[in-house]
């Protein structure tokens, strides 16, 4: 069973956060910065929600709301789904879909330890896929007559 610890050691841990308090400029400005599409929302260094690209045209765009004057914690989605390292792959990939989200942030004993996308799980089940197909390629390739 791959767990979104062993994930999070191939991806590394790095999460990108912002406080409640910030504005919805600063959050887009800060997620263009990164090329990122979600940010851990925190207070006092704890997870209080996620502000994510949807977040920003539905809550701010779409209610014709003024990202320089928005709070960050008026427009994040919270309570916000959240996993361990010690989560399977297929569970995290299962709350993603039932709950239609696309990133999970890592709580360990509750500190903030990775986040994890929808594109992660894809790529590592995509890379344990690719190296079972190599390793029946090279089987069957052996000469079994010899």
Not at 34 to 42: D, E, F, K, S, Y
Not at 60 to 70: H, K, S
Not at 79 to 93: G, K, L, N
């Amino acid at each position: 069973m791959v767990t979104v610890g062993q994930i999070l050691d191939k991806k590394g841990r790095e999460v990108v956060s912002i406080e409640a308090e910030a504005t919805v400029l600063d959050a887009a400005r800060l997620m263009s910065e990164r090329h990122i599409g979600a940010l851990v929302v925190t207070r006092a260094g704890k997870v209080i929600g996620i502000f994510t690209e949807r977040d920003i045209l539905n809550r701010v765009v779409g209610q014709q709301r003024d990202p320089a004057q928005t709070a960050v914690r008026d427009v994040m989605t919270s309570p916000v789904a959240c996993c361990t390292s010690q989560t399977s792959r297929a569970e995290c990939r299962s709350v993603m879909r039932n709950r239609r989200v696309r990133h999970l942030p890592v709580v360990d004993d509750e500190r903030l330890v990775g986040i994890v996308s929808i594109g992660d799980i894809l790529e590592d089940e995509g890379a344990e896929q690719r190296e079972t197909i190599r390793y029946l390629y090279e089987y069957l390739q052996v000469d079994w007559g010899q």
